[in-house]
């Protein structure tokens, strides 16, 4: 396992988020996120969104290579009748040349600490079903499938399943 170091996201790390996030859209295939971000965006979605737990991030000598935010679900959110008001929803990105090294369990480690401390009962994790990668991950974790959202499309119009994860926390 690769060492790094996890901390709390800033505002100040948007612009480094931004470009990581920027570099796994190009590459494409393990994001349902198609377009480009900039800072701005980067703070509103995964650093201080509404209704954010937390945004954790992984360094390596200083080098940001990882991230993973937290955010209850909206009880505005079309489908919200099918969960509970104390589920929260997880994003996870890790740089490509970073992937397979621990950075992710790392970050999991943290965020679950601090679902936890939030009182959140579960957490769903939603992954574009030709995500092998993320899929692989989330099992390892411990999410088990409960749900395949089929021919969902991307902001482009590509028809894609996305398979919903989840993990319960509390008893």
């Known amino acids: ?8 996201a800033t505002l100040e790390d948007a612009a480094a988020l931004t470009l990581l ?3 796994i859209i190009l590459i494409g ?3 349902a996120h198609l377009s480009h971000f900039d800072a701005e ?9 509404t209704l954010g737990i937390s945004c954790v991030i992984a360094e390596i000598k200083g080098h940001i290579v990882g991230f993973q935010s937290l955010e209850w679900s909206d009880p505005e959110w079309a489908g919200a009748d099918r969960i509970g008001t104390d589920w929260a929803f997880i994003a996870s990105f890790v740089a490509p040349d970073n992937l397979g090294k621990g950075i992710g369990k790392r970050l999991f480690e ?4 601090r679902a936890l401390s939030a009182s959140v009962n579960t957490i769903d994790a939603t992954i574009r079903a030709d995500n092998e990668s993320g899929l692989r991950y989330y ?3 411990g999410f088990i499938e409960y749900d395949r959202i089929s021919a969902s499309p991307l902001s482009d119009g590509t028809l894609i399943d996305r398979i919903r994860k ?5 008893p």
């Not at 965006?41 to 969104?49: E, F, L, S, T």
């Not at 943290?110 to 600490?113: G, L």
């Open 1 to 8: 396992m690769t060492v790094c170091f996890i901390r709390d």
């Open 21 to 23: 996030i920027n570099r």
């Open 29 to 31: 295939g393990t994001t």
């Open 41 to 49: 965006r980067m703070q509103d979605i995964y650093i201080k969104p």
């Open 110 to 113: 943290h965020t679950k600490q």
């Open 139 to 141: 099992t390892r974790l």
């Open 166 to 170: 989840k993990m319960h926390l509390l």
